[in-house]
């Protein structure tokens, strides 16, 4: 298993059984269908986040995690 950036582990394909991998991909197919479900069903957050890559596009921070955080409202003192 391959160390990557900051000291996490990478992935290790053979630490599932053939049946879990199926388990694995069928789940992450269904979130990816309910997530969708839900986007289309709340359109405010594609104006959420269609706002915040102009603004982030507009002013083009260095650190977009500090950038996003006080976007939200969960960082410094917002501008």
Not at 24 to 30: A, E, S
């Amino acid at each position: 298993m391959a160390t990557l950036q900051g000291g996490l582990l990478g992935p290790d394909p053979g630490a599932l059984s053939p049946a879990q991998q199926e388990q694995l991909r069928d789940f992450k197919i269904q979130t990816r269908i309910a997530n969708e479900k839900y986007l289309r069903t709340h359109k405010e957050v594609d104006l959420l986040i269609s706002g915040f890559f102009r603004e982030m596009f507009l002013k083009r921070p260095d650190n977009i995690q500090e950038f996003a955080a006080e976007s939200s409202g969960h960082g410094k003192a917002m501008k």
